[in-house]
Structure formats: structure tokens, C-alpha cells
């Protein structure tokens, strides 16, 4: 019989304003977060095995996606692991400049498509990034049976919007990490941290706090999206 492997335990890490955005609608980037945030994050990113960012992300932001501190990438080498996790998109037309920092910085880079987008894509991204083809569509159960298979066993998901909201309306995310800066953006257009969808329980139902404490200005709330209040 075939080896069944582990799904890895998904993370969801996000910072968001009062009014729930991930951002506003200026050409630059709202730091949501603070110095010991940034921080808190860079532990998280160090713990990992994967770092997963969506398409629509990678284009906004430009991210680079690093374990910053060199003594955690120092603690992850002297562990046998490689300094920086592996870095993960995904994005079902292939459309993705080679000239992002993401191809550029860390270690090895993984990029989720489809089979039609696969083969423009392996071309554009030639050295840079594997490509694996997932099928017709880009299904984000396929995607963490196959990180289960390369032996990922903790997935951090750091967005966007579309990418945090498929992952919760499909009940795949064992745990969210949700920071709340003090914010209000107030911009219809600006991206928000998910976006309407048939979440598992609908409106009504509690998912299970598991922390709530304060990061310098900002408050972190951790909760079990798995799981509800009795």
C-alpha cells in the first residue's frame, strides 16, 4: 500500500486595522505592525518548515519572505535544517515576473500552478523556482498533500486576503494569528483580511480563543479556526 503522509499544521498570520483591512488603498505599503511584532514574526517564520504567500501578494508588495535574525537562521542550521524555510506561491495563470525579490533572497522557492499554466511558467521561472502542477485548478488540498510528501510538516500562510479566506471557508487552517493595530482605514477599495465566503458554521458560530495579549500597540489574538466555543 501507498505511504499516507501528514497534512502540515497550517498557520495563518495576519495584521490587520480596527475596521478589518490588510492595507489601504495608497500605492504604499501600511505598516500595520511594530519593531516587537516584526519580531514575533520572525520567530514564527524561524519555527516553519514552509512560508506561503499568494500570487496577488507577491505583485503588491514585492516581499522577500526571510527568517531575518541571523541567530534563528543560525539555531534552524545547527537543527540540520536549511537557514530559511521554503518559500511557497501559488497562482492558477502563471503570472509572475522573474524579477520579484521572492526568487531572489532565501533558500528553495516552490510555485503551485496548473497544467495548463505550468510549462510558460517553468520557462519564465528557469532556475529560479520549481514548478509544480497541481491539474485543472490549483486546490489547496492538493497543494498540502504535496508539502506533506516533501516533508513539510508546518505550513505559515501570510496572505493575502484571497489566499487567508480560502483556507478558512475550506476548513484547512489548524490555527490563526490575527494582530490588530490601532487603525482605522476607512477606504472601500482597500483589501480587506477576508473576503465574503460560506465559512464552516456561517455567522453564528464562536471559534475557540486561544490567546489574546498585547505586542507593544498592537493586539495578538490566536484562535483554533478548527474548532468552536461549546
Not at 534563528?72 to 540540520?80: E, F, K, N
Not at 494569528?177 to 483580511?193: I, N
Request: glycine share 8%; charged share 20%; aromatic share 4%.
Amino acid at each position: 500500500m501507498p505511504t499516507r503522509h501528514t497534512r502540515p499544521y497550517v498557520l495563518l498570520s495576519a495584521a490587520m486595522s480596527i475596521d478589518g483591512h490588510l492595507d489601504d488603498a495608497s500605492p504604499d505599503r501600511l505598516l500595520l505592525s511594530n519593531p516587537a511584532d516584526f519580531d514575533r514574526v520572525d520567530e514564527l517564520r524561524a519555527g516553519c518548515d514552509a512560508l506561503l504567500v499568494g500570487s496577488s501578494t507577491l505583485r503588491a508588495d514585492n516581499p522577500r519572505l526571510l527568517v531575518n535574525s541571523p541567530a534563528r537562521r543560525a539555531a534552524r542550521q545547527a537543527a540540520g535544517l536549511p537557514p530559511y524555510p521554503l518559500k511557497v506561491t501559488l497562482s492558477a495563470s502563471g503570472d509572475l515576473a522573474p524579477a520579484l525579490r521572492f526568487w531572489h533572497t532565501g533558500d528553495a522557492k516552490l510555485v503551485y500552478t496548473t497544467q495548463a499554466a505550468a510549462p510558460g511558467l517553468r520557462a519564465a521561472l528557469d532556475g529560479l523556482a520549481e514548478v509544480a502542477a497541481l491539474g485543472a485548478r490549483v486546490e489547496l488540498g492538493a497543494l498540502l498533500d504535496d508539502l506533506g510528501r516533501r516533508g513539510v510538516r508546518r505550513l505559515m500562510v501570510e496572505g493575502g486576503g484571497s489566499v487567508h479566506t480560502q483556507f478558512l471557508a475550506e476548513s484547512l487552517a489548524d490555527e490563526l494569528q490575527l494582530v490588530v493595530a490601532p487603525l482605522l482605514v476607512g477606504q472601500a477599495d482597500a483589501p480587506r483580511f477576508v473576503n465574503p465566503a460560506p465559512f464552516p458554521g456561517g455567522s453564528t458560530r464562536r471559534l475557540r480563543l486561544l490567546e489574546a495579549r498585547t505586542v507593544g500597540d498592537v493586539v495578538l489574538l490566536r484562535y483554533a479556526p478548527k474548532e468552536s466555543t461549546p
